[in-house]
């Protein structure tokens, strides 16, 4: 079965040029393109697609609203580009509910894989994007903890907090099996129960929790 996709991005030549990358896939259609957010959001409803490729910089509504939007009233998984390697927008796109965060520039076979990743329901979220979050909670008022994150903890045993502050290292579920001397299956339980416990879409949001409601702390 394809992986249905909306490609949104405010340059033409790009927007066709991703497109045309992912349509030659024979496991990806591109059902639809937009010019910019709101046309991006509009394609989604009418499309219900499985991944919607999104630029952050566009005119009308910029692809952090369209993809809080996207993230709140669909199950479409959401996969940012910019030309912006900044953190704020790392930051941003991730606390809209996005799945993947990826530079325009990226190679061709990498973003096929990205959106191959995403519509399988998991998170492209390398370490050095981990890394770039834990800088940015470090830096500024996200440091802080908030009462409500904290309070959701109180759900998970302590294998399943344990497993959440490995995520926000970074580690993969086979480094954090071989940390916690479990098999990768147990790890993989572990993930899908504090996900499911939490209200959380994937790892990316469990890294977020976890640094918001101050299991983890930034430099610790």
Known sequence: MSVRIVVADDQELVRGGFA???????????????????????????????????????????????????????????????????????????????????????RRDELVNAVRVVAAGEALLAPTVTRRLISQFAAGPAARPRQAAAGALEALTARERETLQLIARGLSNAEIAEAMVVSEHTVKTHVSNLLAKLGLRDRVQAVIAAYESGLTVPGA
């Not at 990358?21 to 991006?40: F, H, K, N, R, S």
């Not at 490729?53 to 369209?66: N, Q, S, T, V």
């Not at 940012?80 to 991730?94: I, P």
Request: glycine share 8%.
């Open 20 to 106: 045309m990358i992912l349509d030659a896939q024979p496991d990806i259609d591109v059902v639809a393109e937009a010019g910019d957010g709101v046309a991006a959001v509009a394609a989604v409803r009418e499309h219900d697609p499985d991944v919607l490729l999104l630029d952050i910089r566009m005119p009308r509504m910029d692809g952090i609203e369209a993809a809080g939007i996207v993230c709140a009233e669909t199950g479409c998984r959401v996969l940012m580009l910019t030309t912006f390697d900044h953190d704020d927008y790392v930051y941003d796109a991730l606390r809209a509910g996005a799945s993947g965060f990826l530079l325009k520039d990226v």
